[in-house]
Each structure stands twice: as structure tokens, then as C-alpha cells.
Nanobody, 121 residues
Framework: QVQLVESGGGLVQAGGSLRLSCAASGSILSIGAMGWYRQAPGKQRERVASVPNGGTTDYADSVLGRFTISRDNAKNTVDLQMNSLKPEDTAVYYC???????????????WGQGTQVTVSS
């Protein structure tokens, strides 16, 4: 089984910082793109940032210059450093990864359970 586990959410004042971490574990053959999404109450889930395996990072316009995504292929982890947080960043943040499990020929889309980030004004 493949599992994504997130950590690092919490409550922070506007202007503060948080770091989210996500670790993929299980019977993994290879991992393609990894990323972070978020969903605020009453809104659709949106992509925040993504990083392919060996490619360049990509960010939503709303977080460009404030958030930084990074991955460690040796540890199967992806982190999201969030600086200069704003109340509108409040949401549940989800880790996402395209993973090819062992004994399977196709990549699948896997999600973490979500971690709450709340930014107070």
C-alpha cells in the first residue's frame, strides 16, 4: 500500500511562517510529480505548488514569491515553506504525488489526509 502523510499545519498570525512536510511510504517503485493543493471552506480545491521529478517548480500566482516547494527524492518527501502568510491562505492543505507502486505498470494519483492551516489577522 502507498501512503502520504502530512505534518506541520497549525495556527499562525498574518505575516508568519509555517512549513508543511509530506512523506510517501509503502511499496513504491517510482515517484513522478509531487505537489501541494489547498481547499478553503466553500471553495474548490486548488493547486498551490508542484515540482516534477527533475524539473522546475511551479506556483499559483497567489503564492508566488511567498511559498517554496522542495522535494527530497532519497526520502520520498516534499515540503512547502510558507512565508508572509495571509488570512486568505487559510485552508486545508493536501499533499499529492504521482506514484508507480511496485508490481504495477501505471502511475496513480495519491493524496494525503490533509492538514489545517489557519492564518489569523
Amino acid at each position: 500500500q502507498v501512503q502520504l502523510v502530512e505534518s506541520g499545519g497549525g495556527l499562525v498570525q498574518a505575516g508568519g511562517s509555517l512549513r508543511l512536510s509530506c512523506a510517501a511510504s509503502g511499496s513504491i517503485l517510482s515517484i513522478g510529480a509531487m505537489g501541494w493543493y489547498r481547499q478553503a471552506p466553500g471553495k474548490q480545491r486548488e493547486r498551490v505548488a508542484s515540482v516534477p521529478n527533475g524539473g522546475t517548480t511551479d506556483y499559483a500566482d497567489s503564492v508566488l514569491g511567498r511559498f517554496t516547494i522542495s522535494r527530497d527524492n532519497a526520502k520520498n518527501t516534499v515540503d512547502l515553506q510558507m512565508n508572509s502568510l495571509k488570512p486568505e491562505d487559510t485552508a486545508v492543505y493536501y499533499c499529492n504525488a504521482h506514484i508507480r507502486p511496485k508490481l504495477r505498470s501505471l502511475y496513480g494519483d495519491y493524496w494525503g489526509q490533509g492538514t489545517q492551516v489557519t492564518v489569523s489577522s
